[in-house]
């Protein structure tokens, strides 16, 4: 059956033997289409004995028969000397030159049948476009396969959606660095150019910034004799900048080889999401990273051990619930033997509060080996640390100062939940707060000092707040009293038994969701005589 | 986190509910008292009564905004200090907020309080 269709201004004739043809824009198409506007696998021409009909594969901006919508998945026959539409392409069955349509000639539409088309349009566009972004928030979210990278995921997810003959990503982790070859896709593998690109078209994206496209069927100039262009056969190309802000840290550059159309307003739209998709997941990549370093520095700045202490036990854990986090703990002997002791909780979560974290931790280091109590440590925290930290940034802490000869401690407690003392008989006190929080509020007051004693078989027991604010859902808390009951009831037992069942009792309440809090144990017992 | 806001003569209760965390909550509570502090609201009562959760970066901007407001000549009070709301406030906030049982005991409070500001003022 010959079909004639009407395309920039030309009319061709195309001879379709009976059975199914593809019409569109890919190079597999039987009928290929040059428009931007028609898709890549637009539609599907069935050729019967005789008969004609046609079905719509998706289309963005639709197949039409006498400007009747042919839905998707569902075949439109094509009576004698109908005119088909592929978005704005016409043909035609038969001889006869072109279409007689008048009223579309003259632009007078009739708004009926136009109404019909744009509902249908509408509605494919918007199948196609789920599609699309379902794909690429998959490409987004899910990991990459092992040996893939994300770059090479970037540039299969153009192929599937555009229509291309060669796909490249080049790119460099660091800025200055030489681009490498970071994904690639052709539709010959074997084709001898390899993977030589057009090298004026990425020098122009690197140098400016911004997209590029260039195409010999849009009548662009032709690129300059030293470029790979006319050597490679190239028709038309498109380049868009992969960004690591503020830098450009490569490109990624689709091509279609000998002939076809040139790359449209979608086509770029989708290569510059597609690039802005990589470069971020590669961000998140290296984030990972990062944290993964960071997590093992924070790891190490805690103390392996808390030095010994003669006639006391202790134990101390720290459990965070992201990578890194802001809960942290640590011990200094004095000169004269007195023990300094301090346990921290940093407001919010994450790598901010990881970086205070360390940077208390370090202050505390400096400032606890000189003379003075809790409450002195206390003002020099807050001195330093509220002219750094940021308005509503704080850390809560429990310091003490412990004389191991005779059991003497003194404590301030700014911000901890009240640490639980409990005596050998299994009676209990709880510190109450005696101070703020260092950098909460800027005209901090001097924390009160609170002494007691510790005596043989006391323990004391300092714990942070993803203990007893741990959750189920947001709503129901495990609570302060259940942890003081818990290690109440388990006193008596060896420390690191006593960690381990309330941090039991935790999971076992918060069950396999997971704690959303850091949980910082610290526990210190004078032994029995 | 939600806010009503309820004036009573000279004072400004600030009814607060749901969970109080970060990031929005943040500029929501921002917007509430830099609008309280624009029109020349002095008396400030928090009422907790509706807050679920109150967590550590709320306290961090309850106490930033209380800064504000004081600085701005104003006086803040809470209210209806209870459950989740219960320990954290005694924790970080009560060396800083006076606590009511009820929203009228901290209105009545803070009137006769904003009265002699006044008579104080004139005089």
Redesign the interface.
């Known amino acids: 059956m010959r079909i004639q269709v009407q395309e920039d201004g030309e009319i061709r004739a195309v001879d379709l033997p009976p059975g199914s043809h593809l019409v569109g824009r890919s190079t597999g198409a039987t009928l290929r289409l040059r428009a931007p506007t028609v898709s890549r696998r637009h539609a599907v021409l069935h050729v019967g004995d005789g008969t004609l009909s046609v079905e719509d594969l998706g289309s963005r901006w639709g197949t039409f028969v006498d400007e009747h919508a042919v839905g998707a998945d569902r075949p439109r026959g094509v009576p004698p000397g109908a005119v088909l539409r592929f978005a704005q392409v016409e043909a035609w069955t038969g001889e006869r030159d072109a279409p007689h349509d008048p009223a579309r000639q003259t632009g007078t539409e009739d708004e009926t049948v136009r109404s019909v088309a744009w509902f249908d349009e509408d509605r494919f566009t918007h199948q196609r476009s789920t599609r699309m972004l379902r794909h690429l928030f998959d490409l987004y979210r899910e990991e990459t396969p092992p040996g893939s990278t994300i770059e090479q995921e970037g540039c299969l997810f153009v192929r599937d959606w555009i229509d291309v003959d060669r796909v490249c990503a080049r790119t460099s982790d660091t800025a200055g660095e030489p681009l490498r070859v970071s994904g690639w896709w052709s539709r010959a593998p074997d084709d001898q150019r390899g993977r030589c690109i057009s090298r004026s078209i990425v020098d122009e994206v690197l140098r400016t910034g911004k997209v590029a496209v260039w195409s010999s069927y849009r009548g662009n100039p032709e690129p300059e004799e030293a470029d790979s262009w006319k050597d490679l056969d190239i028709c038309s190309a498109a380049a868009v900048p992969v960004h690591a802000d503020p830098d450009v840290r490569g490109v990624l550059y689709v091509d279609r080889l000998g002939r076809g159309p040139s790359f449209g307003e979608e086509d770029l739209e989708l290569l510059t999401t597609t690039a802005a998709a990589m470069a971020t997941k590669r961000e998140m990549i290296l984030l990972g990273v990062e944290r993964e370093r960071a997590a093992r520095i924070q790891s190490r700045m805690l103390p392996d051990t808390f030095p010994a202490i003669a006639g006391y036990e202790h134990e101390a854990a720290l459990s965070m619930c992201r990578t890194v986090g802001g809960d942290f703990y640590d011990c200094v002997v004095r000169d004269d033997g007195r023990v300094v002791l301090i346990v921290g909780?940093v407001?919010?979560k994450g790598l901010t509060a990881a970086l205070i974290a360390a940077g208390a931790g370090l202050l505390f280091r400096s400032v606890a080996g000189a003379a003075g109590g809790p409450a002195r440590i206390h003002r020099m925290l807050h001195e330093n640390l509220s002219t750094k930290l940021e308005?509503?940034?704080?850390v809560?802490v429990f310091l003490a100062v412990l004389d191991p000869s005779d059991g003497s401690l003194c404590c301030v407690n700014a911000?901890?939940?009240y640490p639980l003392l409990i005596r050998s008989d299994g009676g209990h006190e709880a510190v109450e707060?005696t101070g703020?929080?260092p950098a909460?509020?800027?005209d901090c007051?001097d924390a009160t000092e609170v002494e007691t004693h510790l005596e043989p078989g006391d323990l004391l027991a300092v714990f942070t707040?993803g203990y007893?604010e741990a959750t189920v859902d947001?709503?129901a808390?495990l609570g302060?009293h259940a942890v003081w009951d818990r290690l109440t009831a388990d006193h008596g037992r060896p420390l690191p038994e006593i960690r381990e069942r309330l941090d039991t009792a935790v999971e076992t309440f918060v069950g396999p969701a997971g704690s959303s809090d850091d949980q910082t144990l610290v526990l210190l017992r004078r032994c029995r005589a | 986190m939600r806010i009503r806001r309820d004036d009573r003569d000279a004072v400004t209760v600030l009814h607060l509910s749901g969970a109080m965390t970060g990031g929005p909550d943040a500029e929501t509570f921002e917007g509430a008292v830099d609008e309280l502090i624009d029109d020349r609201r002095h008396w400030l009562v928090l009422d907790f009564g509706g807050v679920s959760f109150l967590g550590s970066q709320a306290i961090g901007y309850v106490a930033r905004y209380y800064a504000r407001f004081v600085r701005a000549g104003g006086q803040v009070v809470t209210a209806r200090i209870s459950g989740r709301v219960a320990l954290p406030y005694d924790l970080f906030l009560r060396q800083l907020l006076e606590a009511f049982d009820t929203v009228d005991e901290a209105v009545d409070v803070s009137c006769r309080r904003a009265g002699k500001d006044a008579s104080a003022t004139e005089a």
């Open positions: 909780d407001s919010g308005t509503g940034q704080f809560a911000g901890l939940p707060a703020m929080p909460l509020y800027g007051p707040d007893h947001g709503e808390v302060l």
